[in-house]
């Protein structure tokens, strides 16, 4: 059993994988704010030689990989830069689990949920997809190649598998889902499960650090439309807020690729957190609570 710090955790270390990013930043910030130790590291996850020397050097026991090729500006990047984006989230991904496994090394991946879209069986009132649920999505490369890497990355037994959508952050960062869409002319309105960051970082480290391994949609309970979102925005952060809704077929005309639309059910992760006492809001009050931090901190912009 590993000792315990003067700070009352037992003795972890973390290392974060794709370090200059931005969910990456967000997990050293709250580790840091935990009094626990924690690296951070920009090594290619597709070079072996490198990761394998990059874990010998720095003998994490938590690996937390937030590390991926999301695309500039956006995922329709990822269409035209095939090979690029097979190198990261297929190839790199894969090489970064198996070394961790290697070194008897617990590797958090930080994914997507964006591998669903609503389907007869699963429409926008009814049932979430489930953990089980095979992908039915792959309008966009980026969703395919996330797809079939969670394919096989789940036979691994050192891995936890988190599934994001659309994370929202308490500022206005350029990632942050709301910024994006309140920086759109049009904005389709449909529902979603969303995930919270500050809602949902903690509880990866929980995961962890208790050994947790598998597939877990990581959202928020619930699904909240974009006019929903916008709507408490303007009334929490910004009044002066307007905007335009349009259609998906009128969206596709501006995008590339196609933009997942799905609600995920969170009954697996929200049974899990009650075993270590810590529960998630529902989304509408996530995002009224997060709108709240964010009027309290100043952002306005
Ligand atoms: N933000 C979202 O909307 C969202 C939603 C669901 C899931 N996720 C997933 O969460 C993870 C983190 O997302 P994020 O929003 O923080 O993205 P981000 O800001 O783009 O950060 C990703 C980081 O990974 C690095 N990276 C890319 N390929 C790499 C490789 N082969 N080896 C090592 N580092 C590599 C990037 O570095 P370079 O720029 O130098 O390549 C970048 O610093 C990604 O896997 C993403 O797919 C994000």
Redesign the pocket.
């Known amino acids: 059993m590993a000792a315990t710090g003067t700070n009352g955790h037992q003795q972890l270390r973390f290392l974060i994988?794709?370090g200059?990013?931005?969910?990456?930043g967000h997990l050293k910030t709250l580790l840091e704010s935990q009094g626990r130790e924690v690296h951070s590291t920009?090594?290619?996850?597709?070079n072996r030689e490198e990761v394998l020397r990059e874990l010998d050097r720095i003998r994490p026991t938590h690996v937390l990989n937030?590390?991926?090729?999301?695309g500039r500006p956006n995922v329709d990047w990822c269409e035209d830069n095939r090979e690029a984006t097979i190198?990261?989230n297929v190839i790199?991904t894969l090489n970064l689990a198996d070394c961790c496994f290697l070194r008897g090394i617990h590797c958090t991946v930080?994914?997507?949920g964006?591998i669903y879209q609503y389907d007869d069986a699963h429409p926008w009132d009814g049932p979430g997809f489930l953990e089980t649920d095979p992908p039915n999505f792959a309008g966009s490369f980026y969703s395919m190649t996330?797809a079939h890497v969670e394919e096989i990355l789940k036979h691994y037994n050192n891995c936890l598998i988190l599934r994001?959508?659309?994370?929202v952050s308490d500022d206005l960062h350029p990632?942050n889902?709301v910024t994006k869409i309140s920086k759109y002319e049009h904005v389709v309105n449909i529902p979603n499960s969303n995930t919270i960051l500050a809602d949902l970082l903690p509880a990866s480290i929980l995961l962890a650090e208790h050994g947790e391994v598998g597939v877990y949609n990581f959202t928020n309970p619930g699904a909240i439309s974009h006019n929903e979102v916008l709507t408490l925005f303007r009334d929490i952060v910004r009044p002066s807020y307007t905007w335009r809704n349009f259609s998906l077929e009128e969206q596709s005309k501006v995008i590339k690729a196609d933009r997942s639309n799905c609600k995920l059910d969170t009954t697996k992760l929200v049974l899990k957190l009650k075993e270590y006492g810590y529960e998630i809001p529902e989304i509408h009050e996530a995002y009224r609570k997060c709108f709240e931090r964010m009027k309290a901190a100043g952002v306005q912009k």
């Open positions: 994988w794709g200059d990013g931005w969910i990456a920009t090594v290619r996850m597709e937030a590390a991926g090729c999301t190198r990261s790199g930080f994914a997507t964006c996330k994001l959508r659309m994370p990632r889902f």
